[in-house]
């Protein structure tokens, strides 16, 4: 897209050719004005939003600007806008805007749970038809804004999102939305009808494998005994093993980084060396809490919450569900080319990929998932995260199961409804059984 602030080209009208005009000049005059007053007080209302602290923006041009609010179920009724949108306009999920080439605001966002195989979501979601992925893997614009206000949405987001056509719907994963309500409350001004998917994996295995994530890029550091503080002495039996997004400068000038992968050892050391609610690895898999923020601040009909080990295990009844939730048409995502990887995962054949380059891609894929492989959390470990854990998993088995029906959910509520044990939560989650009250 070229400059900033451009004013939006006209929009072509068309106009009744049977709307009766005025007789008199002066009825026409007062008509006119009236109409002017009354389209100036409502584009002050709808179009325009106060003017960013600060941020200088050209004014927007009200009077040709029409948003409407669509959703993904809006398939053939999108308006699509000529030009740069201003930073001011008002606009929603799934708009578009054509400068000469055509972009479209998300219609829904995978917004979490970090590390709970959410790039495998966007991955086979992104071969649908009709759906256009926005960002290469992850797009981070809602969680680096100062404040709620995404007041440079149309130069630093809205540029993701180069669309073939408006039968395109698009969508953009960021994991981190999910524990911020920062970046949710800007997701909400920006594109309030924008429905958010949130995959959730059992938080013990989702923490350490945050764990890995930040030890493969080296933010993970043990400070040696001899040079601990008395408070982190106090902390912890262990060497005192530290993540560089959290340790202050003091503790981090301390450290010797550790080389991935992160051994278990040195997992269980770090959740020594820090309480559990201070350290994102541990509390982002607090869901019930997050949930409830999500629901402070979008309705619930826009939310799709699906257990990830059952979703991967019932890839297929899984993706049904998500489409059609979203109001896009069906498609048969069990026709895909998959494999199995080192590791068992089912994923996506490489387009191109053939033959010769086939075979050589999938021993350098061996290779490199035993190359980078943790050592399993050692089963110590797994227990006290599990009991720290159990009951916000309780809560959140209760908020799914009983407490907010309009939230769609996966595996669907009817179908684990077997009388007594009802749980949405699989045994790998340690146990989520919920009273049916
Ligand atoms: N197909 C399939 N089957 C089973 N498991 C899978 C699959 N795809 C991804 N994964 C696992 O998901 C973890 C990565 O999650 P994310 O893609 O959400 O990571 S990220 O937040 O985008 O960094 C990561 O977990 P760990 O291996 O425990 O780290 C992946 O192994």
């Known amino acids: 897209m070229r400059g900033r602030h451009q004013p939006w080209s006209r929009e072509r009208r068309v106009v009744s050719p049977t709307r009766r005009q005025p007789q008199s000049p002066s009825s026409r005059r007062l008509v006119a004005g009236i109409a002017c007053l009354a389209g100036l007080s409502v584009s002050a209302v709808v179009w325009f939003r106060p003017s960013p602290q600060g941020g200088g923006g050209a004014p927007c041009p009200h009077s040709r600007v029409e948003t409407k609010r669509v959703g993904v179920r809006d398939i053939n009724g999108r308006s699509v806008f000529e030009g740069v949108p201003c930073e001011e306009a008002v606009v929603d999920a799934g708009l578009c805007f054509r400068n000469e080439e055509l972009y479209c605001l998300p219609s829904f966002i995978i917004g979490g749970a970090q590390k709970a195989a959410t790039g495998w979501l966007r991955q086979w979601l992104a071969t649908h038809p009709e759906l256009s992925q926005g960002g290469e893997h992850e797009v981070h614009y809602f969680d680096k804004l100062e404040d709620s206000r995404a007041s440079d949405w149309s130069s630093r987001y809205l540029p993701f999102f180069r669309t073939a056509s408006t039968r ?10 999910l524990p911020n309500a920062t970046a949710l409350a800007a ?4 594109l309030p009808s924008v429905k958010l998917v949130f995959l959730l994996r059992a938080p013990a295995a989702r923490a350490y494998s945050a764990f890995q994530h930040h030890c493969r890029r080296l933010r993970i550091g043990a400070i040696p005994a001899s040079r601990r503080s008395a408070r982190l002495r106090a902390a912890t039996t262990h060497e005192a093993v530290v993540f560089s997004l959290e340790a202050t400068r003091a503790q981090w000038a301390r450290c010797e980084t550790l080389r991935p992968p992160c051994s278990p050892e040195a997992f269980e050391s770090f959740l020594a060396t820090y309480d559990n609610a201070s350290t994102r690895i541990v509390d982002w898999g607090l869901y019930a809490l997050h949930l409830a923020n999500v629901r402070s601040i979008f309705p619930d009909d826009q939310i799709f919450v699906a257990i990830g080990e059952v979703a991967l295990a019932r890839a297929s009844a ?9 109001g896009i048409r069906r498609f048969d995502f ?27 891609y999938m021993r350098l894929n061996v290779a490199m998932v035993h190359k980078h492989a943790a ?18 998993n309780l809560k959140l088995d209760a908020l799914l199961l009983y407490q907010a029906p309009a939230i769609s959910v996966f595996p669907p509520r009817s179908t684990i409804d077997d009388g007594r044990k009802r749980s949405l939560l699989p045994p790998s989650w340690g146990g989520g059984t919920t009273p049916s009250s």
């Not at 719907?169 to 994991?175: L, Q």
């Not at 997701?187 to 920006?190: D, E, V």
């Open 187 to 190: 997701i909400r001004g920006l």
């Open 318 to 326: 899984f993706f049904e569900d998500v489409v059609a939730w979203l």
């Open 334 to 360: 069990a026709t895909l080319p998959t494999y199995r990887d080192a590791l068992g995962r089912q994923q996506l054949r490489q387009p191109g990929i053939f033959g010769f380059f086939d075979m050589w």
């Open 168 to 177: 395109h719907y698009s969508f953009e994963k960021t994991p981190d939305y």
């Open 375 to 392: 050592r399993p959390m050692l089963a110590r470990t797994k227990t006290r995260l599990g009991a720290f854990y159990k009951p916000h």
